[in-house]
């Protein structure tokens, strides 16, 4: 899933690993996130160390009697010079990374930040730690947009290119059942516990 919504107008400007808060929205949003939640079994919760993610998979652990296990792998990309920005102010200050980036290239570098690759690697290897765990678990993961659609397009073993097509709201749930042969989707950006939040 992803985090709720946060401060600093979040909804407009590209907040990678800048460490912002959630909004009353957002806690808001975790809540309704958690007890939609609370009777599922749940066996091992991960989340991104940024507060955002943090904070929102403590909110749902709180009914399971589970730690949150951090991963710096979840890490939403690092925007560089860009964090903070919206894609206006990025088209004027930095016109050729707005270019690649509307253009989805793969070749997209954010200047003093990541590349595309950079990233990929780093969110693959989450896999691993996947991996580790017994086919029957139940595995919640609490991160980010850029993250969540890229774990989606590797377990799902499509182009990374597709991730661009996947929409994640705030405190959307997705699921994603894994098997050997690979994964299924069943269920994308679900945001149907939010009704009457932030209305």
């Known amino acids: 899933m992803r985090h709720g919504d946060t401060e600093l107008n979040s909804a407009q400007r590209y907040w990678g690993q800048t460490d912002v808060e959630l909004s009353a929205t957002g806690y808001r949003q975790a809540e309704k996130l958690s007890e939609r939640l609370a009777a599922e079994k749940i066996n091992t919760i991960y989340s991104s160390d940024l507060r955002r993610a943090l904070i929102t998979a403590n909110i749902i652990a709180s009914r399971h009697q589970l730690d949150v296990i951090t991963c710096a792998e979840l890490r939403e990309i690092n925007f560089g010079e860009l964090e903070g920005l919206t894609f206006g102010e990025i ?29 990929n690697s780093r969110v693959s290897k989450f896999l ?5 765990h017994v086919a029957e678990a139940t595995i919640l993961i609490v991160a980010h947009s850029g993250v969540l659609r890229t774990l989606i397009c590797q377990l799902l073993g499509i182009g990374l290119q597709y991730r661009w097509q996947f929409r994640l709201g705030f405190a959307s749930l997705s699921i994603l059942e894994t098997y050997p042969q690979g994964a299924i989707l069943s269920l994308l950006n679900d945001v149907s516990h939010l009704k009457g939040v932030g209305d």
Do not use: C, N
């Open 91 to 119: 088209s004027q200050l930095h016109p050729e990374v707005a270019k690649l980036w509307a253009e989805r290239s793969p070749k997209l570098e954010y200047p003093g930040g990541e590349s595309l690759d950079e990233f």
């Open 128 to 132: 691993d730690i996947m991996k580790q």
